[in-house]
């Protein structure tokens, strides 16, 4: 668990561009720092913003406090099941959090733990209800080709379902971190399909979601595709429209034959944009747009 350079960049890309208040930060475990505080300097100069941090440490023996003071916190507390690296919280994150940290922090940064929870839905449950209504959620985690690093890899469209607008959240950005890149991604439930991609190097899942308003109770979260497609055969059988869809669209959905419409459906991918991305194949245009993060 811990922030190297890649991290650091996204956090003060974060920093620059979503304005999130560190001031109460909560750790999932307690983050090294695999950067040196030289480094850190270089990322924050190339990106225009000051830093001052509040000490400093050794790459690959230091911990994260120092840093995020840097980013305006205040108090840094951090979380873990064992006190063997020192953690502020000792908690088993498959449990849920006692009442007493609901709504305790601003900010909440994942550096790479919650992927090492055997119980990821109370996990992220704890993590929603221990940031106050304003407050972000910054997960750093594994995305694809780490089998075997932790119990774990997550996509995006995980984030985006979990952390909706009816359990009271919005995601800001949602990014991929490549061997060379990095992606921006799209809600799929806004491009209307997965957004499928083979790596054959190390993909990371960066992410930012803000606490809107605060709900009761949780919303299970499903897969959007199979949402939209449940709808169809909804309206197909009531023979009502869908919200947003003519009667042409309705009509052709319900009388042409499944083979046909799936045929089109392959027809239509293949004039879709492709990315080329080092080490990845298939990246749609419409999923994943390259971006620079230091603009």
């Known amino acids: 668990m811990g922030l190297a350079l890649k991290s650091c960049e996204f956090l003060f890309h974060v920093r620059k561009r979503y304005g999130v208040d560190w001031s109460r930060t909560l750790t999932l475990g307690r983050q090294q720092m695999f950067v040196s505080p030289k480094e850190v300097g270089a990322v924050a100069d190339r990106f225009g913003v000051s830093f001052q941090a509040s000490g400093a440490w050794k790459a690959g023996t230091g911990y994260c406090e120092s840093f995020l003071h840097g980013f305006g916190a205040k108090e840094v507390d951090s979380m873990d099941a064992s006190d063997y690296e020192g953690a502020t919280i000792r908690h088993d994150l498959n449990q849920p959090v006692p009442q007493e940290l609901h709504g305790r922090y601003d900010c909440i940064l994942d ?30 985690t594994p995305a694809d080709n780490q089998m075997g690093h932790g119990f774990y890899q997550f996509s995006p469209e ?3 379902r979990i952390f909706s607008a009816a359990n009271g959240f919005e995601v800001r950005t949602a990014l991929l971190q490549t061997a060379t890149d990095w992606l921006e991604v799209t809600d799929p439930q806004v491009v209307g399909h997965r957004g499928a ?3 054959s190097t190390p993909v990371i899942l960066c992410l930012v979601a803000r606490k809107v308003r605060q709900v009761e109770g949780f919303h299970t979260p499903q897969q959007s595709d199979y949402l939209d497609a449940w709808s169809v055969v909804d309206s197909i059988k009531s023979d009502t429209v869908r919200e947003g869809e003519g009667r042409v669209r309705h009509l052709v959905r319900k009388y042409v034959p499944l083979p046909i419409k799936t045929l089109l459906r392959r027809v239509k991918r293949l004039f879709e944009p492709k990315l080329d991305v080092e080490g990845l194949r298939g990246v749609d245009g419409n999923s994943y747009k390259r971006i620079d993060l230091y603009r």
């Open 158 to 160: 995980l984030y985006f």
């Open 197 to 199: 991609l083979v790596s």
């Open 111 to 140: 550096g790479g733990t919650i992927e090492h929870v055997f119980h990821f839905p109370n996990a992220i449950r704890s993590c929603m209800d221990m940031l106050a209504v304003g407050g972000h959620y910054v997960a750093i």
